[in-house]
């Protein structure tokens, strides 16, 4: 059976989206079917595997809504073993349309129900709200992973969203854990940002990935060419940084045997080539 981690901040422009995109890219080349699912209406997700949204005729929307079998709008993408669960603007009415159906918590994981036993990992993409959409990926998740951005704000909305996951956990979804907490947007060069790493560390201990995603610029480029940053630069920072991380999740889930030299970079090392990229 496979497992369902929900990708989760209210706060925008943490990387979340990112991190959804390339941690299942690197699920995928680590040889894991890999579903990723698009629950933004922006469906940044969808376009950033090279699925134009306009062109989706039926995703997310319709499984739920419509009870549509997942299966039959589950599309391939370049990457092997990635799959996409895509979205389009419609699912912006989503939360009117079940907001007074008694089981609007549970909708989505209903309709993930039917294919979770086909994937080894599912990925969801989360909206930056707390609303239902958010609160639907929780109730089908087995987990989140909570992306924080190393900056000033970093830990603004935290409390809130911990409390909503709890909240969840004591009334919809017992089985919920948190799978982790992730720094993103890493600059070893600012003083700040090493500040943030800390703090988050001191807060969240064990929760925290020893992974760190830096700042990169073909990280930040590969949407824009509608491309995971593993088909857009294979042997770059941000690819690196992802495939740790991966690797990281499944030494974590008891998937695989990997020693610390293995699954984190040096720090040392990670500060002199990342201010060669720059």
Do not use: W
């Not at 997700?45 to 079998?69: A, R």
């Not at 039959?72 to 993408?77: G, Q, S």
């Amino acid at each position: 059976m496979g497992k369902i981690i929900a990708i989760a901040n209210q706060k925008g422009g943490v990387g979340k989206t990112t991190t959804a995109i390339n941690l299942a890219a690197s699920l995928a080349v680590l040889e894991y079917k890999t579903l990723l699912i698009d629950a933004d209406p922006q469906a940044n997700s969808t376009s950033g595997v090279g699925i134009e949204p306009k062109n989706v005729k039926s995703g997310l929307y319709e499984c739920v809504i419509d009870s549509k079998n997942p299966k039959d709008v589950i599309l391939e993408t370049e990457t092997p073993n990635l799959y996409l669960l895509p979205t389009n603007t419609d699912l912006v009415a989503i939360e009117l349309e079940i907001v007074n159906m008694p089981n609007r918590d549970f909708m989505m994981k209903n309709a993930l129900a039917k294919i979770k036993n086909d994937y080894d990992f599912i990925i969801i993409d989360c909206c930056p709200s707390l609303g239902l959409t958010v609160i639907n990926s929780l109730a089908a998740a087995d987990s989140v992973i909570i992306p924080v951005q190393c900056e000033y704000f970093a830990l603004e909305g935290m409390g809130k969203l911990l409390q909503t996951i709890k909240l969840v956990q004591s009334h919809i979804n017992q089985n919920l854990d948190i799978e982790g907490v992730l720094l993103t947007m890493y600059d070893p060069r600012l003083k700040l940002a090493n500040q943030v790493v800390e703090e988050v560390k001191m807060h969240f201990q064990n929760m925290v990935f020893n992974t760190i995603i830096q700042r990169n610029t073909k990280l930040a480029e590969a949407p824009s060419f509608g491309k995971t940053i593993i088909m857009h630069d294979a042997v770059g920072k941000g690819s690196v940084n992802y495939l740790n991380m991966a690797r990281e999740l499944l030494q974590r889930n008891g998937l695989t045997k990997i020693s610390d030299d293995d699954r984190t970079l040096n720090m040392n090392e990670e500060e002199t080539e990342l201010k060669e990229d720059f």
